[in-house]
């Protein structure tokens, strides 16, 4: 990589950890999750939640967050991650893809979460909720979006690759003007 990370942001079941993961892998370089740092250093979301509340998660989840960013490789960040404001402004400086998925997909992905926000009589009803709360934030992060509602994960994953190279040999070519 060119010294910067490259951020995978989108709603919850958008596919972020299992593409991350695998982009990873494709490009020859490091992956790093923010909620498994959470979770590795603090345990389970769903206990800081109900423990400590959404709040002292959040400070959690931005501390994850910074050492995500200090990586070259390709950084997962939860869902909300995007609410904080000095992420925001930190994710200038890095390549920014959203990945989303439309509901009917999601569904799916969601039935049986564990996830603090989806609990609830009806989980779907509460992403959507969610979803379109933060949906303005994603679109003005991101420099490119994948839908991750359709296709074969391998497909989905070799055209984040493949933009990622693109646009590392775009930097490339840019530093030497």
Known sequence: MTGRAVVLIGPMGAGKTSIGRKV??????????TDVAVSRTYGPIPEIFAAAGEARFRELEREAVKEGLR????????GGAVLDADTRADLAAHRVVLLTVDPRTVAGRIRTSTRPLLQGEDALARWRQVSAERRE????LADVTFDTSTGHIRDIVARVADWVRSSRAHDAQEGQR
Request: aromatic share 14%; net charge negative; hydrophobic share 50%.
């Open 24 to 33: 990873a892998k494709a490009l020859g370089v490091g992956f790093f999750d």
């Open 71 to 78: 990586t070259d490789g390709i950084v997962a960040l939860g």
């Open 137 to 140: 934030l994603y679109d003005r």
